[in-house]
């Protein structure tokens, strides 16, 4: 079965501009969190969605949003970039809940010149 | 913050148990542990989980301590392709989000 997939897997975009980044859960997982992910850090919350629902927000500006749509997809979108935001952006789907594990994809990595 | 304690680096030889340990000394009773790891470009990969029974899987043997403050992940015979960074993460029950820290930098050596 496919796993988790997410597209571009490379972006470079320029300071000011919007990006959207897209993400296919594995089959049958209907809950998407997003990470970011600096050089050298751990992976750091974004959002959780779940039933097309925003079921949790990291610390993060109102220029990251998401969404999830009926297929259970998502997109993250970040809008006026800063250097900053220059990160490895992964997506990780789960089944409902309990203590089931999330499974993340590559990611997108994301450059801002 | 991440609950959690990893020291930054381990090396071990191929072939030999590689032994990662974890404390999260202020676990909660409805606390799992995590263990994820994220070889290199590449995002990270889930190994094993447990709440306070050892546990064992075809990656990897997690073994806790029976007050739960500590936990260690084995692999039983280390190849060069598990080098990676190895992640401790406690989390709540009801699909909560993943808090990392910094990790262990695993490296095993040919």
């Known amino acids: 079965d496919a796993g988790v997939t997410q597209s571009p897997t490379h972006l470079i975009k320029t300071r000011g501009q919007h990006v959207t980044l897209r993400c296919s859960p594995i089959?049958?997982?209907?809950?998407v969190s997003w990470y970011q992910q600096v050089l050298g850090q751990g992976p750091q919350f974004i959002f959780q969605?779940?039933?097309?629902?925003?079921?949790g927000r990291g610390n993060f500006p109102d220029r990251f949003s998401a969404r999830q749509f009926p297929n259970y997809s998502s997109e993250l979108n970040v809008n006026a970039l800063l250097l900053g935001d220059s990160a490895l952006y992964l997506c990780?789907?789960?089944?409902?809940?309990?203590?089931?594990?999330?499974?993340f994809g590559d990611g997108t990595r994301l450059s801002i010149l | 913050d991440a609950k959690t304690t990893q020291p930054p680096s381990m090396d071990c030889a191929e072939g030999r148990a590689a032994n990662l340990p974890c404390n999260h000394s202020?676990?909660?009773?409805?606390?799992?542990v995590y263990w994820y790891r994220q070889i290199h470009s590449q995002g990270p990969q889930y190994i094993i989980h447990?709440?306070?029974n050892n546990e064992t899987n075809e990656m990897a043997s997690l073994i806790i301590t029976e007050d739960r403050k500590s936990s260690t992940l084995i692999l039983p015979h280390a190849t060069l392709r598990d080098t990676a960074v190895y992640y401790c993460?406690?989390?709540?029950?009801?699909?909560?989000?993943?808090?990392f820290g910094k990790g262990t930098r695993l490296s095993v050596i040919a």
């Open positions: 089959s049958g997982h209907k809950s």
């Open positions: 990780a789907s789960s089944p409902t809940g309990g203590y089931q594990p999330q499974h």
């Open positions: 202020t676990i909660s009773g409805n606390e799992y």
């Open positions: 993460i406690v989390r709540r029950e009801g699909n909560t989000p993943l808090v």
């Open positions: 969605y779940y039933e097309k629902e925003e079921r």
């Open positions: 447990g709440l306070k």
